[in-house]
């Protein structure tokens, strides 16, 4: 199975600021393959990014995906209230879908 | 709009069995694959498997294939996710998750609210 690693852990900026987000793969991965949600407590987790760099319908411009073979990053370009969250990376395309470990993005 | 209700909140002693609910509206059921994800606290997301609407075939993890069921009933567009000899390491946050596409190897959306699963004694 394909092991993600997500860094950093926590992610303290302010609204206003940029987050870059990272997601390692330990193995090569297909930029066909990879996915970002977003987290908050006590909801369903949503769809941000497929395909490593497709936005979900609906999802505002300032979420953007990029990356390809074992290195993913997620962008925020300017952090909204409403961004404060846990994002996931997922790998989809094999028999064992694997999760990341998760990067909360807190305000500062 | 497409949607998956989870059933309500469960409390289950160690040993006792436990089936999870996932009604689907908005889209044709039978044509999309439904995963279930688990969460335990303080954790990252756990995949345990997929079921195929139309067929009822099922992909397990292999560390769930002994005591998970998924199951789904057409006639009611629902799926559903039965634990057997619940531990305490079963606490979680289980949630259904329907692929983006119709077919099989791809994101996940939408996914349930979530169903708070405590096990303890």
């Known amino acids: 199975e394909i092991v993600l690693t997500q860094s950093p852990g926590t992610l303290s900026l302010s609204p206003g600021e940029r987050a870059t987000l990272s997601c390692r793969a330990r193995q090569t991965v297909s930029s066909s393959d990879l996915a970002w949600y977003q987290h908050k407590p006590g909801q369903a987790p949503r769809l941000l990014i497929y395909?490593?760099?497709s936005r979900a319908t609906g999802i505002p411009d300032r979420f953007s995906g990029s990356g390809s073979g074992t290195d993913f990053t997620l962008t925020i370009t300017r952090l909204e209230p409403e961004d404060f969250a846990v994002y996931y990376c997922?790998?989809?395309?094999?028999?064992?879908?694997?999760f990341g470990q998760g990067t909360k993005v807190e305000i500062k | 709009q497409v949607q998956l209700v989870q059933s309500g909140a469960e409390v289950k002693k160690p040993g006792a069995s436990v089936r999870v609910s996932c009604k689907a509206s908005g889209y044709t059921f039978t044509e999309y694959y439904l995963h279930w994800v688990r969460q335990a606290p303080g954790q990252g997301f756990e995949w345990m498997g997929w079921i195929n609407p139309h067929s009822g075939v099922t992909d397990l993890e292999e560390r769930f294939q002994d005591r998970v069921t998924m199951t789904r009933d057409t006639s009611i567009s629902t799926a559903y996710m039965e634990i057997t000899n619940l531990r305490s390491d079963d606490t979680a946050v289980y949630y259904c998750?329907?692929?983006?596409?119709?077919?099989?190897?791809?994101?996940?959306?939408?996914w349930g609210q979530g169903t708070r699963v405590t096990v303890s004694s």
């Open positions: 998750a329907r692929q983006g596409v119709t077919w099989l190897g791809a994101w996940f959306d939408p």
């Open positions: 395909d490593a760099s």
């Open positions: 997922h790998h989809y395309r094999s028999s064992h879908r694997t």
